[in-house]
């Protein structure tokens, strides 16, 4: 097993690389782009999927290293946490289906990154 600091740092790589491809599509929507027309599709699918597999990679190796025990129900900051990611995970693609939230969605990423990290630091309930 690696240690605690290892996952940390591929958890927020793949933050970094998630937000990247997130952002980099709600961008390219918000200036008129659709997926027909994006040379970069490919890749910046990739990026999202890598990103949203070292966060969950990471975030569950820290889990482990700070002695969560396999089998106990996941307090309440760990089930906002698991819903950002699956949320940002999930929504790669929207600003393509729905132009007009794409400009709302740059202002909510950070958002609900702020949210993710209060109840990383903070652990509320």
């Not at 393509?96 to 949210?115: H, I, Q, S, T």
């Amino acid at each position: 097993m690696f240690p605690r600091d290892f996952y940390e740092i591929l958890h927020i790589l793949g933050i970094a690389l998630l937000f990247a491809a997130i952002g980099g599509v709600a961008v390219h929507a918000a200036n008129g782009g659709n997926k027909a027309n994006s040379g970069t599709r490919g890749l910046v699918s990739s990026i999202h999927g890598i990103g949203a597999l070292l966060i969950l990679v990471g975030g569950f190796g820290m889990l482990a290293r700070i002695g969560f025990q396999h089998g106990t129900n996941f307090p309440g900051w760990l089930w906002v946490k698991i819903i950002v990611w699956l949320v940002l995970s999930a929504v790669a693609l929207l600003p393509y289906r729905k132009p007009e939230l794409a400009r709302p969605f740059l202002v909510l990423l950070p958002v609900l990154a702020g949210v993710a990290v209060y109840m990383a630091l903070y652990k509320p309930f």
